[in-house]
């Protein structure tokens, strides 16, 4: 259950010689009203390919969205010999994935993720999905798509702080792998973002996350690994939403990235030093959320409702140091809490 990764910026060239090799008796693209806009343009090959339009944001990934791309899957006449580009980020991935996965069974897809969070975390490992009352990504499958090409050309569409909220996830890749690609990616200057190069690092990210998927495709072990950084980052997402200050998810992973490796010092001997540089780096480009003892029992509750919890008991991906994942840890409201005033103290809030 692995697909097929293409590193290029030459993506019109790569879908050419997937869409000429494939044999497909119907070709579909899926995008939302931005990748219509700015990135369809762009690609000639697929001008005279059927398109079906989904709204852009998370509060679209759902089951009216999926019942519409079904049915008009159904009304262009798709069979099981035609293919579905995802042309988009993580909601086209994630979304039009399921799409493709449950179509009479099954038929193929390709992704083309167009925002660093998509192609490096998303559109890769073969995780779909929707939401689900009120439940990030609580109904879906595991299904490859069978090509992924991932580029970095059509970042120049994204706001800065699109691309600040990819990269947390390679930060997070980057502390499941190693210490000198942690340090590495610390080295980021986001205001002089060289695409080719980026493309480069993100490469060697997104084989981090391969690794992992191809040993554990299912998350029965090792792929919840993956997972560091985001029990709190949901919560904190959870707070935000609740708030109705919505952040984006990749910020929220790189505040809760902070608490989870506090928590990795204090309970598995993390370096304090790297905690430091890490706590540093997050604050100076992704600010901090606020928070006072007052929110800590609500964000308690909802790590509680964590799909990855355990038994009401919040469970976290813990390092002992940098390319040291320990999965599985409970932890306690009194860790939680110290870790959230340690947080507090570092972020200078
Ligand atoms: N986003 C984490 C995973 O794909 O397992």
Redo the contacts with the bound molecule.
Sequence with gaps: MISNLIYSNDVDATLNAIVGGGNYNLVVVLVDENTRQLVLPRLPILNNTQIIEIQSGDENKNLTTLKSVWQQLENLGATRQSLLVNLGGGVVTDLGGMAAATFKRGIHFVNVPTTLLAAV?AAV?G?TGINFMGLKNEIGVFACAEDVIVSTCFFDTLPPEELKSGFAEMLKHGMLSTHEEFLQLLETDFDNIDFENLLKILQSSIQV?QRI?EEDPT?KGL?KT??LGHTVGHAFEMKALDDSKPVSHGYAVAWGLVIETVLSHMIKGFPSADLYSLANFVRTNYGSFKITCDDYDYLIGIMRHDKKSYNGEINCTLLKACGEPLIDNTISDDDIKAALDIYRDLMGI
């Design positions: 975390d490992g995780k996350k998927v998350e792929r993956l997972n």
